[in-house]
């Protein structure tokens, strides 16, 4: 019970990672290029994206993939 409590609490942090990715999508022809709003959306993607990866391979070895 409480393996699948852990589950769904790192399936709820995913979707909300997941919309946050939506949010920082890089757009040269919106943003610019070489700007600081450019910049600024491609570091949130990282952070965002290495914290989607960790999330993956924590329900990975939970066994919920």
Do not use: P, V
């Not at 609490?9 to 943003?31: A, G, V």
């Not at 700007?35 to 939970?62: P, V």
């Amino acid at each position: 019970m409480e393996q699948n409590n852990q589950i769904q609490k790192i399936k709820n942090k995913l979707q909300r990672i997941e919309s946050e990715l939506d949010k920082c999508r890089t757009s040269t022809m919106q943003d610019g290029w070489q700007t600081s709003k450019h910049a600024k959306k491609s570091r949130k993607w990282d952070f965002y994206a290495q914290e989607k990866m960790s999330l993956l391979n924590q329900l990975d070895k939970l066994g919920a993939l």
